[in-house]
């Protein structure tokens, strides 16, 4: 018996380390932008306003095209929109090897965005049709890769730049992850589906409450994120840190949300009600933005640990809650695209909004103050998910 179950669990095993590489690939394209920026901007013409849409458009186009990534999935199925969308991620990727202008450097942004979406459209359905008993853990799997390629790729592309001493070739060089990835999913063929094998129901959920109401939270909680992302090591050099140090900050607080992301999927695995750590994590994002504004030179290791462990944990929950509402794994699926499309959109807007507020008021405190007052509306958003209730919200 013992050798049955180790011959089914193995191809199991492959397919999440497929996936696992797969998620490595959804934010270097991103994340290595930001430490090359200043060897970016010596080389070509390049505003600070036109580089903050080399992090918004990416998100805008990930929220756009979720709408039509379940869409192509049903066509084509799995296997070959998995493999598609790595290769749109890898050419735009390397095509930066060959970059010469702001518009170019933009565009490879845009369209790799397109490929992550295509990616994070299909894989919530995949992972709750392949792993039904073991959804929250192996979406914190994950999504834990998706900041872990992250934290990689801001950390390794200033490496690069100074081994080679070429930018392009630093944010190009992401592409092997691309081709290492597109290998991976080629080898599990055989455990994707055909067009054939997937659902061809269409369902609309924009006339459903519910789902707007997942969509909304899930925009507010990954508001958080981009911000942060964003603005925190400028708050801090502002403050008298160097670029480096604040950089390293940032770095550790990536490595928290690597490790929240691996640790409370698990955790909420143990109960279908997730209400009581999605508020344990909203008090945790709260704690730090507070420690972040009122004492940001004291004690800054402490409030970049909660602010890490609170939203690091918070991504993959908004998705699981997501999922929970429906068992029908292409329903779920669609469910999570529609809530990361207008998510994303979300989201997307707010550095911009952020920056603009730094701007008016002349102070990244009142940005943290804001974002901690959505947080404190999340908090009653909560308390709407209450697993009993699901089923009345869908038919």
């Not at 039509?68 to 991620?89: A, C, M, N, P, W």
């Not at 102070?363 to 947080?375: D, G, K, Q, Y």
Request: glycine letters at 8%.
């Amino acid at each position: 018996m013992e050798n049955v179950r180790t011959t089914t669990a193995r191809p199991a095993v492959w397919l999440m380390f497929a996936i696992i590489l797969v998620a490595l690939n959804l934010r270097p394209s991103m994340a290595a932008v930001g430490p090359l920026l200043s060897a970016i901007r010596g080389d070509i013409a390049l505003s600070f306003s036109l580089a903050s849409l080399l992090t918004m458009l990416p998100v805008m186009a990930m929220g756009l095209a979720m709408f039509f990534g379940i869409r192509i999935s049903q066509r084509l199925g799995e296997l070959r929109t998995v493999l598609l969308s790595l290769l749109i991620i890898g050419l735009a990727t390397l095509s930066r090897l060959m970059i010469d202008s702001a518009a170019e450097l933009i565009a490879s942004a845009v369209l790799a965005g397109i490929g992550i979406a295509l990616i994070q459209a299909l894989m919530p359905a995949l992972i709750k049709s392949r792993f039904p008993d073991n959804v929250a853990l192996c979406m914190g799997l994950y999504v834990t890769s998706i900041m872990g390629g992250a934290a990689i790729a801001a950390s390794f592309a200033p490496l690069m730049l100074a081994h080679t001493g070429s930018w392009r070739i630093a944010l190009a060089v992401w592409a092997a992850l691309a081709l290492l990835a597109f290998v991976s999913g080629w080898t599990q063929r055989k455990n994707l589906s055909s067009p054939a094998a997937v659902a061809t129901q269409k369902e609309s959920f924009f006339n459903n409450s519910r789902a707007w109401l997942l969509a909304i939270f899930f925009g507010l909680g990954t508001a958080s994120y981009t911000c942060v992302l964003a603005w925190l090591a400028p708050y801090y050099v502002e403050k008298g840190w160097s670029e480096q140090n604040a950089g390293l900050l940032l770095g550790f607080l990536t490595a928290m949300e690597v490790i929240s992301g691996l640790v409370v999927p698990a955790i909420a695995n143990r109960s279908r009600d997730r209400r009581g750590v999605l508020m344990a994590l909203l008090g945790l994002i709260i704690a730090g933005f507070c420690g972040l504004i009122l004492s940001p030179q004291h004690l800054s290791l402490l409030w970049l640990c909660l602010l890490g462990l609170g939203i690091g944990g918070l991504f993959p929950m908004s998705l699981i809650v997501s999922l929970d509402h429906l068992d029908n794994p292409q329903r779920a699926g669609g469910l999570t695209a529609f809530v990361q499309g207008i998510g994303y959109l979300i989201a997307g807007l707010s550095p911009l909004m952020a920056g603009i507020v730094r701007d008016q008021l002349g102070s990244f405190e009142w940005a943290w103050w804001s974002l901690t007052a959505v947080m404190v509306i999340m908090l009653l958003m909560v308390w709407r998910f209450d697993p009993r209730h699901y089923t009345r919200h869908f038919d």
